[in-house]
């Protein structure tokens, strides 16, 4: 098969982790016998910098021309001072909408080798599993009107959340085909005693979930499901939430698991999926050549799953992770006292050895 990627390293580590995961990429493609046509592009401060537009037109051509875009990381405090259409943040927001990415995907898992680098107790983390199912296009990040507005001293402040009956329907039918592959259990967060929004959507879910009779629904206000989420994290199945409840929770989880640099995300509804790691760019430790490039490396595996049906493929990568965990290799997010810390690019080393050997053994089987 041939893969055809846009790739956007982005900003601060987003190059590093991002180098990695295309790597990898490339050893699974290998083993398999696929074969990977990439193209680079900007986005971001690196896009500000030298077009000054978050997301050029030549940027948004290739991605809509692409199968898959697998994306580092944006944002970059020297252009923090920009008004909001010309932040890099702002560049992935329309990206997101350019692609019509509305349902993101966000899986939290502990892995059996980090259970002692979750704040939690390794009893109430272990098995942890979560598919967090996040709705991208709607909520405060794209609601209007929003402003700033009045003299200095009293200005007001506006953001709009608007859900409408389509945009609930979408995602919630993502939610529960996934939970039907899964555990069969969908908890869907809202804040329906103060918000209108919310309570909208509780009804929308509670409709469509007729047409899911194999699947548990059970509710949940986004506060109660935060305290949850540490107290009894295995107990979670398949999250289904707005954007802005999901943008944090699905933080939290990456808490709970161990690290922000672990988590994978999937954007997907649209003609051409969107694959990032959930962690940003992290300007205090780019080019310093220790991040965890393991958030990327396992976004490269989603993307191969979604947007190309490659399940073998994923699989391989995601177990190539599994299996350099349980040998000892850790960056320094998810390095306990006492252990060795390696460099980005010798995690990334390990995986791409982890995957072509895993490969060897099932053509020698």
Known sequence: MLLNLTILPGDGI?????????LVLQAAAGAFGHQLQLRHKNIGGAALAVAEDPLPADTVQACLSSSAVLMGAVGNPAFDHYPNHLRPEAGLLRLRRELGAYANLRPAICFPALEDCSPLRSD???GTDIMIVRELLGGLYFGEPRSIAGAPGSRVATNTMTYGEP???RITGVAFELAEKRRKKVLSVDKANVLECS???????IRCAKDYPGVQLSHMYVDSAAMSLVQRPKDFDVVLTEN???????DQ?????GSLGLLASASIGGPVGLYEPVHGSAPDIAGKGIANP?????SAALLLRHSFQLEREAACIENAVSAVLNQGSRTADIARSGQSRIATSEMGRNVVEAVKASQ??????
């Open 360 to 365: 060897a053994k099932q053509k020698s089987a």
């Open 253 to 257: 989880a990456g808490g709970v698991v």
């Open 167 to 169: 945009a609930i329907e």
């Open 199 to 205: 309570r909208l959507w509780r009804e929308v879910v």
């Open 244 to 250: 802005m409840f999901g943008d944090i929770l699905s």
């Open 14 to 22: 987003g190059p590093e982790v991002t180098e990695q995961a295309v």
């Open 124 to 126: 109430l983390v272990r």
């Open 294 to 298: 393991l958030g990327a490396i396992l």
